[in-house]
């Protein structure tokens, strides 16, 4: 049998989202939503040109999509059911469960909701939640709940999802579920239609959401950080990938899920596999339960037999479970396409931690082929790390320190660069081509000293960072620090030190400074590294680049904590589950802080030539401080030969701005400050080294980026 991969809530997509997978019209009725969730113009929650959606409003966007479907399709204070279960030929719900049957609507909640779910032997619920997608109550059998317009957290609407299950696929059964819907009762104190107050892009929208619910969300969203019952439980990015994704969902401890995928090739093509796993700690006593569900890449079903639970699957011996996939004849087959995916989930679990302590337990357990089951246990003890957006900050800086270490010969010494960064010589993400860079990983686990040279070169600094991207400080020419162990946010006590030397003195001047800063560490330790898969990484990074051009990380500088306002990113190590934070220390990995060094950003589009504007940099001159932009490729690194100018030969309009022309037409070569275009667009960071302040950089910033805005 081929290998699997239960990646057990670090995926999304999880979902039971309303969204159309054929056309944008239930029967006659356009409703607005396009094929697999997109939004049309006709939906009367978006407009050309309206509010541009991002990380900040995408769910709100998502909600208010499906908030005015709803009212479309069944007219508002009223539930739609589904009364036969899900047709395989017109489905309308990604990744749906189809052990349940659906029921939806949106309600008034201005004048007051009573929700009533009358005693049933089986699973049947109500979910209720606001336009932040932020669940409000879930309603079980033998429940009342009563809501005002004080529980929502945004608007004045609430979505009802009925799952109602079914006793048995036949007639007999159906006829009882449909009975069983109709006894819900529902009361609402007033009947205001819905009309979302803010009118959304959908282009933006639909740009945004397409790579959020990409390949990289599927493996690396952490499911219950995503469905939460509370505003403050939010966690970039889980909440807007899981609720693109997964629209709609439950949180944690009403319901769990998994999201299975193929862990080798042959699984991947629809090669007989098989998985095998103890039964999920659920309240079966309280009609909770366990099912999987099976998808191809798009998360539709597409085969006959895709779903089995715990009501149908049939035990072994001891109680596990073993299900078969293309496997015909072999106990609890099921079906599945190329590039497929399953949805396991866990309705009621006992608790959280249960059901985490569960997961940990499969995962530590993964089915292996039959010609490797012998060797399963010394395989998993050479199994690598897996890398999620928690933990990629700290598998980059694995990389990154033992690739230092290689070039350096050792800890405790420099590999000195002494020729600028090129295409083909740099060695991080965002190198500076007018900066020479010298790099090393020092052991501090007994303390080191730094002693910077005095001014040599225009620019020169020493920049300390541990691996998990904590700063450590900037030191400068002239001065002396000292780095304690406890200054250290990670367990291993080994520092990346990263040196910058302009090179306008020359380069003979800037290699002669590099070889004067003294770094005295008292130990000497190897280092060794956790680990982490480098396969995942480079997934990782690849999605997390592709972020910058969709939209995922908004347009601010790099450092910009987006989470809260006004701060500097991770100045303790205790920042990690910051999406800014991973998303800045990823792409812009050894970037540092605000106060030494801003980084205003903009995208532009590939063109023959586009003149970007700007006014003076505001850096300490006087100090050293300098300013330098380069042009890179999307992806954040060097792809052209001509790709960055400095304040030390580029050229002043006669009002004191600059314009820089990227672009490699013969007319662009003919301007002054001309950089080459790379491929595909570039992406532009105007590094200001050593601002005036942090509120100078930030207005030049805003001015710089609403100048250039749509080029």
């Known amino acids: 049998m081929k290998k699997l991969i239960m990646i057990a809530l670090s995926a999304l997509l999880v979902g039971c989202a309303t969204t159309s997978h054929g056309s944008a019209t239930h029967g006659e009725k356009d409703t607005g939503v396009g094929k697999n969730g997109v939004a049309l113009l006709s939906s009367p929650s978006f407009k050309k040109g309206g509010v541009p959606v991002d990380m900040f409003n995408i769910v709100r966007a998502e909600t208010a999509k499906y908030f005015a479907e709803e009212i479309i399709l069944s007219g508002g204070n009223r539930m739609r059911h589904e009364r036969t279960g899900i047709d395989l030929k017109n489905q309308t719900v990604i990744r749906s469960n189809f052990d349940l049957i659906y029921s939806y609507g949106v309600y008034d909640v201005s004048g007051g909701l009573e929700v009533t779910v009358p005693e049933y032997d089986l699973y049947q619920i109500v979910h209720i939640f606001d336009e932040n997608h932020i669940t409000l109550a879930v309603v079980y059998p033998g429940d009342t709940v009563k809501l005002s317009q004080d529980d929502v957290t945004y608007g004045n609407h609430v979505y009802l999802f009925m799952r109602t299950q079914r006793r048995t696929a036949d007639a ?5 579920l449909n009975k069983r819907q109709d006894a819900v009762f529902i009361k609402a104190g007033s009947n205001k239609p819905y009309v979302s107050e803010v009118k959304y892009d959908p282009e933006t929208f639909n740009k945004l959401r397409k790579h959020l619910i990409g390949p990289y969300g599927i493996k690396n969203a952490i499911i219950y950080k995503g469905f939460v019952d509370n505003l403050e439980d939010i966690v970039f990015p889980h909440y807007q990938m899981v609720n693109l994704g997964g629209w709609a969902g439950l949180p ?3 319901a769990f899920y998994f999201v299975v995928v193929s862990g080798d090739e042959g699984a991947k093509n629809g090669k007989p596999s098989s998985m095998t796993f103890s039964p999920p700690p659920v309240q079966y006593g309280k009609n909770g339960y366990w099912s999987l569900t099976l998808y191809n890449e798009q998360g539709w079903v597409a085969t006959e037999k895709f779903n089995t639970n715990s009501h149908k699957a049939t035990p072994n011996a001891d109680g596990s479970y073993t299900l078969n996939f293309n496997t015909p004849g072999a106990i609890n087959n099921l079906d599945v396409v190329e590039n497929w995916n399953g949805l396991f989930r866990c309705y009621l679990p006992e608790s959280v931690d249960s059901i985490l302590e569960f ?3 499969v995962m530590q357990g993964l089915p292996a082929s039959d010609s490797g089951r012998t060797t399963a246990d010394s395989a998993a003890k050479k199994t690598p790390r897996p890398v999620n957006l928690m933990t990629v900050v700290q598998a980059e800086s694995e990389l990154m320190f033992k690739k230092a270490i290689a070039r350096a010969g050792g800890v405790n010494k420099f590999d000195h660069g002494r020729k600028p960064a090129t295409p083909k010589t740099q060695k991080i993400v965002r190198s500076q081509s007018d900066m020479l860079y010298s790099h090393g990983v020092f052991d501090a686990s007994e303390g080191l000293t730094v002693t910077m040279p005095e001014p040599m070169t225009g620019y020169h600094s020493l920049h300390l960072f541990d691996a998990s991207h904590a700063q450590l400080g900037v030191v400068y020419s002239g001065e002396t620090r000292t780095i304690k162990p406890g200054d250290i946010s990670t367990t291993d006590k080994h520092v990346y030190a990263l040196m910058r030397t302009s090179t306008d003195a020359g380069l003979e001047t800037a290699n002669r400074a590099q070889d004067l ?9 190897a280092y060794v590294g ?6 995942q990484l480079a997934q990782a990074k690849r999605f997390l680049a592709a972020a910058v051009p969709a939209g995922l990380v908004k347009a601010k500088t790099a450092y910009a904590n987006e989470v809260v306002p006004g701060t500097t990113l991770l100045k303790d190590g205790t ?8 998303s800045s220390s990823l792409l812009g990995w050894a970037l540092m802080p605000n106060e030494d060094a801003y980084y205003p950003q903009l995208g532009i589009k590939e063109s023959g030539c586009t003149a970007v504007s700007f006014p003076k940099p505001p850096v300490q001159y006087d100090k050293g401080g300098y300013w330098s932009f380069t042009a890179y490729g999307i992806d ?3 792809r052209t030969e001509k790709a960055v100018i400095s304040c030390y030969e580029a050229k002043a309009n006669a009002d004191g701005t600059y ?4 672009g490699n037409s013969e007319t662009c070569r003919t301007h002054d400050n001309r950089l080459e275009m790379p491929e595909g667009g570039a992406s532009i960071t105007l590094r200001l080294y050593r601002p005036t302040s942090i509120s100078d950089a930030r207005a030049f910033e805003a001015k710089f980026r609403s100048d250039n805005a749509g080029k």
């Open 530 to 535: 956790p680990g982490y898969d480098e396969e």
């Open 659 to 662: 314009t820089v022309h990227v």
């Open 359 to 361: 997961k940990a337990e």
């Open 172 to 176: 007999a059964g159906l006829k009882e």
């Open 517 to 525: 800063v003294k770094v005295k560490a008292a130990a000497s330790a």
């Open 575 to 582: 920042d990690i589950e910051k999406f800014h934070y991973i």
């Open 252 to 254: 944690a401890k009403h």
């Open 636 to 638: 954040g690194y060097l």
